[in-house]
């Protein structure tokens, strides 16, 4: 009932604004339609002065989407397989160093897939070294290194066909492309500003904000003058060199990871400590890998200034918050790692009467809707929501078929599986130890933990110190599994099938009752049988090393 | 060993479809083009009297890198009877979309304006020769009539 009286409300309060877009709308169609009298094809026409605006109430669109990364279009297209007429409208307001890109989000323009293939030329860079071990004759394997410009052109080239290939699945789809920032004008309006700073309107149904975030500049003097962020790295012009990175989350630790394996001197400030929200044992041994590989890191610290020297070089300034002492040093690249914000301060969120906004300028919105009935968020810009392309993807899925199918699916957004890209990896799923802890209190936890030996690692004498795994379940049986780490390579590919497992609610039983692939690492799993209660060694027993 | 290092240095050397074309074509600078515009394409291409070649081409792939050479070496030994269109698609993505370009290198035979045939993916000199050379013979025209 309350909804009913929401939608009545807001359909009068919406109907003079519409009443006088018709106009608007009229006088723009008359004039397109003569210039469109050299126009081929019907579908090249300026799908807004298509609008219909009758007094009844039709929209330009059923839906209009705000913001073409993964969530976006996921939502876009699954609308349009419902039936929907949709506009995606995606802008890229370049970073403070000038970086700007295409289609298709964060994720695959400066995320998840520039990241992937740079931690893959880390890894291969390494792998050089190992096929020594194995016999592989490498000339001068001393003096292999990167060349960061054939990397970064490497990647981006894979960037851009993927743009293109966003590009043409939206016209294959009839999904309208706007490349222009939207902004509400009111519930149901979109001013789109174009490059040219010119401005276009379009009224829509269904509004979905999907708009995700951007690297946040911490307050302190250079910040934006001098430093980069994840959104230049994959694109810098110059190799970074020996590069600060200024903080301790996920994308600082891989930027900071692959630097180092690629040969540059990485140092990382941790404000309070690494991956935070993550298992902090497991979040240990990644951090102990990284140094054991050449990383350095200042726990504790916090950066004060960065200035830039007549060499061109940047000088680093930082505070230790326990000790106040000060710390500096000389460095060709600094990269911001310092969180992100979510992009909604553009989008005049009162004119919509959208007013669900946390602290931090989040969309708080537990089903992905808003207190606005026909306005809702997925992706990154929600709050509390795990900020990963696959969330988005699904949320944005469910919300279109609730939307235009008559479904009523809601995003489950618990034991979603993820991977921190460290040259060792660490995928997870389900809960950490400490949260698990939290829940249900540790004498009610069991909690199954084992070092292992991955079999390629013995032959070039790999670091096995960090390779690690441990299971956290309910101690009452059958052991209902309640979370899954794994620190070794390969972690993102073996958590995933895990994960589905602990989808299904997989018990401790179950999983050591499943036979293993030999050899594997992520059969150790089936070979968990030591638990941090018994205090029984969890090294494996081994001939030698 | 003096002679083979300038032959090397020399940019016309080590490009061999420039020099074709300074040799063989008495107006090189008309028989290859970059498309500026969707204008400029229904100017050159679809109001062309003379056959066209569209190649439609991204500065991200690395197929159609191999392509250009052999394009423009071909269409250098027709002697003016075909004309090279080069459209960077991400240039010009409304007319690589209109022309349904999903993936790149695509080539698209144009003759009078009517598209005669198309063709995907980097090719061989041989199979371009004869691709270039069965649609600029009148026959194809005939065919597309028919």
């Known amino acids: 009932m309350t909804l009913f009286n929401n939608f009545r409300k807001l359909s009068n309060f919406v109907k003079p604004l519409k009443r006088t877009e018709c106009l608007i709308v009229l006088s723009r169609r008359t004039f397109a339609s003569g210039w469109m009298c050299c126009g081929r094809k019907a579908k ?222 990485s140092t990382v400030l941790v404000r309070s400590v690494p991956l935070r929200g993550f298992d902090q044992q497991m979040a240990g041994m990644i951090t102990s890998e990284m140094e054991e590989k050449g990383v350095k890191f200042h726990h504790r610290c916090i950066p004060v200034s960065v200035e830039k020297l007549e060499t061109g070089q940047l000088r680093a300034r930082w505070l230790n918050t326990e000790t106040k002492e000060q710390g500096e040093d000389i460095f060709d690249t600094v990269l911001l790692a310092t969180g992100r914000y979510a992009l909604t301060e553009q989008l005049n969120l009162k004119a919509a009467g959208v007013n669900v906004l946390s602290e931090n300028g989040k969309v708080v919105a537990e089903t992905e809707q808003t207190n606005v009935p026909h306005i809702y968020a997925v992706g990154d810009v929600l709050e509390g929501r795990p900020e990963l392309t696959p969330v988005a993807i699904h949320a944005g899925r469910l919300l279109a078929r609730r939307m235009f199918g008559g479904a009523s699916q809601l995003m489950d957004y618990d034991n979603v599986a993820t991977t921190v890209f460290t040259p060792l990896e660490y995928g997870c799923v389900g809960l950490s130890e400490e949260q698990a802890t939290q829940r249900y209190g540790a004498d009610n936890l069991e909690v199954y933990h084992a070092f292992y ?93 | 060993m003096l002679g083979r290092t300038l032959l090397l240095r020399n940019p016309y050397f080590a490009k061999p479809s420039l ?25 050159k291409v679809i109001n062309s009297k003379t056959p066209v070649v569209v190649d439609f081409f991204a500065t991200w792939c690395n197929p159609c890198k191999l392509l250009t050479p052999r394009l423009e070496s071909i269409i250098s030994e027709s002697k003016g009877k075909v004309i090279l269109a080069k459209v960077d698609i991400d240039e010009q993505t409304d007319l690589a979309l209109d022309y349904e370009v999903s993936s790149v290198p695509v080539l698209v035979a144009i003759k009078n304006g009517k598209v005669q045939q198309r063709l995907v993916g980097l090719q061989d000199t041989d199979k371009l020769r004869k691709w270039i050379t069965q649609f600029t013979s009148d026959d194809s025209e005939v065919n597309v009539h028919n």
């Open chain 2, 19 to 43: 020099i074709l074309r300074n040799l063989t074509v008495s107006s090189p600078t008309y028989d290859i083009i970059k498309i500026q515009s969707t204008d400029d394409f229904k100017a």
């Open chain 1, 44 to 265: 090249l026409v300026d799908p807004l002065t298509e609008s219909v605006c009758d007094e009844d109430g039709t929209y330009d669109y059923d839906l209009a989407v705000l913001g073409g990364g993964s969530g976006g279009l996921a939502c876009a297209k699954e609308a349009i397989n419902q039936g929907a007429k949709v506009a995606v409208l995606d802008f890229v307001t370049p970073s403070p160093q000038g970086t700007k890109w295409g289609l298709g989000g964060t994720c695959v323009n400066v995320g998840c897939i520039p990241k992937k293939l740079m931690h893959q030329a880390a890894l291969l860079g390494e792998a050089i070294h190992e096929a020594v071990a194995y016999g592989w004759q490498v000339p001068s394997v001393d003096q292999v290194k990167i060349n960061w410009s054939s990397l970064t052109e490497a990647v981006q080239n894979h960037i851009k066909s993927v743009n293109w290939v966003t590009r043409v699945d939206l016209r294959e789809k009839k999904i309208e492309y706007i490349n222009g920032l939207g902004s509400f004008k009111d519930p149901h309006t979109i001013i789109a500003t174009l490059k040219n700073g010119s401005q276009k309107e379009l009224t829509a149904k269904n509004i979905v904000i999907a708009v995700g975030g951007r690297p946040h500049y911490p307050d302190i003097p250079g910040a934006k003058e001098y430093c980069i962020s994840s959104d230049d790295i994959f694109s810098l012009s110059n190799p970074p060199g020996k590069t600060l990175v200024v903080g301790a989350g996920y994308i600082g630790l891989e930027c900071a990871g692959f630097l180092n394996s690629l040969g540059y001197s």
């Open chain 1, 453 to 545: 030996k991955p079999t390629e690692f013995f032959i070039p004498q790999r670091n096995i110190r960090n390779c690690y795994l441990k299971a956290v379940a309910l101690r009452e049986a059958p052991q209902k599994i309640l979370g899954l780490h794994f620190v070794g390579p390969v972690a993102g590919e073996v958590i995933q099938g895990f994960a589905a497992a602990v989808k299904c609610g997989i018990t401790m039983e179950q999983l050591v009752n499943t036979v293993g692939i030999h050899p594997t690492v992520a059969e150790e799993f089936t070979r968990l049988n030591i638990t941090k209660r018994s205090g029984k060694d969890p090294n494996p027993a081994s001939c030698c090393s």
